[in-house]
């Protein structure tokens, strides 16, 4: 038998034991099915074939060998591709198993990267997923599918247990595999441990996070959606600022009015900096509240902008597979909430709103009933009774005049056509815009993808019409009611396309179609227009910025967004504060830093970028640049007047030693006198001794 008919086996042997383990509720009668299992393949002595040499690695100092590095391990392959949502789903589990069982008990988790999109195939790409997901383990890019074929794997996520001389073990289709794989591992680390198997050696791990600009609550960090609206001050923004797990709002210019949340992920109601998100991702306004999709706590929040408070309206923070719902607010569960939009429903004589979830952990669109309504098919239905709408919950691209019968594929971003009573979502794994009719709840295409179905596989690059359009994983999209236009933030290309569902026509109005930093965009997930219907604002994930896409005049700017130190929390490694005296008339100060760590081990690695970034407490001071590297001086320009001012410097460094990088934040604080008789060019360098 060949090593693609043993995975084969063990694929249906799984299952088969899943199906036995759930009969049984005694501890060490499941153990001993799972030790005879592993006995029983173990004993085969079939192999895994090593990694191909030359693919690209994460997360760690060399490439590591199957045969070499990884003798004497329980392996764990986690074939993965990074859009994926059943992927992002088995994290967590996987982390929980790192925890319990590290290296040097014997276990060693490797993510075998395996893309479904061209684009994913990028190393850069895959890098920029690895620090947004904060996946720890060693990764490699096999962008040539070399073990996927030669294992025969068929879909994503797919786990292979290996053990210590290679062998095949197990493996385990798709998600939910948590507490096998706890029982597998500790079954598998005992037995081979009684035969002298297990190696305690330690690997050269080097997390790749140093490889990307390092972020911080100053700034924005894998920004994912943003949504425009009107305020008693005017018009405001508000930005999910994924990376960093908080919810912004700002003037229209980029200017932080409200920090909602806080570094850490968690799952928190509360004030404003004491509640916590995990991974926002869409928001949408109803009056002075915001809702938002708190993807990874699973579960829809509401910040009330009135009372300063976050609270939960639905979803228990744990991930659930209820494909049906129909319970109340926090009671119900639900599954990766992408996305949000409200809905105003005509119920008789009287407005309700109704709030629109992109589920896509369960390939659904959902309704959280904020009134007593009437819905289709003069259905009832109670205030804060939350339901499936729209999705059989199978993922695939089908269209339906029933809309529980319709297949969606990883719902990702919703937008509503108020007038026509239509809601288009971006349809991310058909690569499709698709619609929904709101008064009866037919699903139809819009463009993009395929008229297969079951076809998923279908994407690409292309302007044109209806099934000629070819988009790459879509995740943004809004409706222009001026111009009775959709824009679409088309992901994976990189661009900006604009779309006439009348006929489903698409045509590219920005982006290259490769990640750029400065004109363009690097998957840009999320898109907003705003009240005067004449610019566009994009979030451009990977490049950590809000980009502004004058549609007059046919321009593209940057928002500049600095969140104020004072409104975060201290999470420095090491704060420093210094004076230091400038002549009364202005002139220019000069900061220099010299790092230079306690520990006799650690050092700068010369191959990280190694920044910092400078804010103002002075609006007259100016700075030639509000970030750098930190073999660059700060240069500020220092106003006339005899008042003390504050100058905020952050190090976002990056200190190695030979088995791990460690990042560091340090806190700068520069308090800045002004005097007669003193010079007006200062240059200040400090030793900095990190702990």
Known sequence: MNVRDTVEELTRTCIEIRQNLESSFDRKEREKLILNHIEEFSLRGLRVTDFQKGLEWFNVAEGLSVYRHLVGKIIILDFFTYCCINCMHILPDLHALEKQFTITDGLVVVGVHSAKFTNERDSKGLLSAIQRYDITHPVVNDATLSMWRDLGISCWPTLIMIGPAGELLAVFVGEGHKEELNLYTNVALTYFESLNKISKHDLPLQLARHLLPIGSKETLLFPSKLESFQSEQGERLIISDTGNNRILVTDMVGTVEYVIGGMNPDFRDGNFENARFNAPQGVCVLGDS???????????RKIDLTKKIVTTVAGTGIQGFDRIGGKTGKDQVLSSPWDVAVFNHQNGNKIVPVLLIAIAGIHQIWALFLENTVWWKNREYKADSCVAIVGSGKEENRNNAYPHAAGLAQPSGLTIDHKNK???FADSESSAIRCIDLQNGRVSAVCGANRDPADLHDFGDSDGTRYTVKLQHPLGIT????????????TYNHKIKRIDATVGSCKTIYG????NETFFFNEPSGITIDSSGNNLYIADTNNHAIKVIDLNRQNITTLSIKVAVNEMDNDFNN?????TTISDKGGELILRFDVVFLEPDLK???DAPQKWIVSLSATAWTA???????????????SEGNETHKVHVTLNIIACRSTECIPKRVSIIYRVHRKENFPNMVTEQKQLLIK
């Open 290 to 300: 915001i809702f938002v999709a708190d993807n990874e706590n699973h579960a829809v």
């Open 422 to 424: 239509i809601a288009y």
């Open 479 to 490: 409706w222009h009611s001026k111009e009775n236009v959709i824009y679409v933030a088309d």
């Open 512 to 515: 290259d179609g490769k990640p």
């Open 575 to 579: 704060t420093f504060v210094f004076d």
């Open 604 to 606: 700068l690695n010369p």
């Open 624 to 638: 030639t640049s509000t970030k750098g590297e930190l073999s660059r001086p700060i240069s500020i320009r220092v």
